[in-house]
């Protein structure tokens, strides 16, 4: 590790004040190890609107201003995650990492924080905390590196949007021909029906968490996890699981009402690497949920992964 450097990544020709609800492209410099990149909104003393927008959620306002934060490497997508997702998956780990506002000024202009994590300060192990911070660099085969942002609600005229970027004081690490392992999130809406469903149709990887949204009707009572045909989860009641992960240090959802997160499984408490899910064989994962009561529409799953680039 080294001494970090935060820098501003050129917004003004993509967004600013008054820019309207749709899909906004930055493109994040290449050769930097990047430890972190915030998310940052300013009111400008006139102008306020939460970060993270989703009424389906515990976090944001039913209108707010980002909707769907993505992270493409080479045009691929490594994370995409709504804002009030991504908020979720932070906060799992501490209350501290997630969404952070502060008032400064004589005005009190407002300034919202969201982060994006690839260096862990979570984990109990500096080496490991650092393990995950991502090598932008065409030596680790990344040519491309994006932030891809979807607005839920319009830039008021007196706010204003800016990223930045914390990475390594020096270039990104250069590779002798090892490929980089990095944290990918994948989004899924499961089909729900009746009192329980089954799912084989997330996609192969080391898995550390798997956060669900409860569905319509019901919320997410026991969860059973099976690889290759043994058994990693016992139908664990969802509120054993809680207990069990406030047990480790972690701060779990609790909610058991229809549209908000319900349920979270991690595998994963410290060591990215050693303690995941090994489900890199297609079908080998095998998740069983059963409701309170007959559900219907969909289970949304938000599941984390260690991979290498591809």
């Known amino acids: 590790m080294s001494c970090k450097r935060i820098i501003q990544i050129a917004n003004s020709a993509n967004l600013g004040a008054s820019s309207g609800v749709g899909t906004y492209i930055f493109n994040l410099p290449i050769g930097l190890r990047y430890a972190r990149l915030d998310l940052v909104y300013v009111d400008g003393g006139g102008a306020p609107i939460d970060i993270?927008?989703?009424?389906?959620?515990?976090?944001?306002?039913?209108?707010?201003?980002?909707?769907?934060?993505?992270?493409?490497?080479?045009?691929?997508?490594?994370?995409?995650?709504?804002?009030?997702?991504l908020d979720h998956l932070n906060t799992l780990n501490g209350t501290i990492y997630g969404r952070g506002a502060q008032k400064t000024g004589a005005g009190a202009t407002l300034r919202q924080t969201?982060?994006?994590?690839?260096?862990?300060?979570?984990?109990?192990?500096l080496a490991q905390a650092d393990s995950g911070a991502f090598n932008a660099d065409p030596s680790w085969g990344v040519n491309s590196f994006q932030l891809k942002l979807t607005l839920g609600a319009a830039i008021p005229a007196t706010g204003s949007f800016l990223i930045l970027a914390y990475v390594d004081g020096v270039l990104a690490n250069p590779n002798s021909g090892n490929k980089q392992t990095v944290k990918r999130v994948f989004r899924y809406d499961?089909?729900?029906?009746?009192?329980?469903?089954?799912?084989t149709t997330i996609n192969p990887g080391n898995i550390e968490t798997v956060c669900l949204i409860n569905p319509t009707g019901a919320y997410v009572q026991k969860v059973t996890v099976k690889l290759n045909g043994t058994l990693f989860r016992d139908a664990v009641l969802q509120g054993d699981n809680i207990a069990g992960m406030v047990g480790e240090g972690m701060n779990p959802c609790t909610s058991q009402t229809a549209a908000h997160f319900g349920y979270d499984i991690v595998?994963?408490?410290?060591?990215?690497?050693?303690?995941?899910?090994?489900?890199v064989t297609p079908g080998s994962f095998w998740m069983h949920l059963d409701f309170s009561a007959a559900a219907s529409g969909a289970t949304r799953a938000l599941v984390e992964t260690f991979g290498a680039i591809d």
């Open 52 to 85: 993270s927008r989703d009424a389906t959620t515990d976090f944001g306002a039913a209108t707010g201003l980002l909707a769907d934060v993505e992270l493409l490497a080479n045009s691929r997508s490594m994370r995409l995650h709504a804002a009030c997702e």
């Open 114 to 125: 969201l982060p994006i994590y690839f260096r862990e300060p979570w984990r109990k192990d």
């Open 190 to 199: 499961l089909p729900a029906g009746g009192t329980a469903s089954d799912f």
């Open 267 to 279: 595998f994963d408490y410290d060591d990215p690497f050693s303690s995941t899910l090994p489900a």
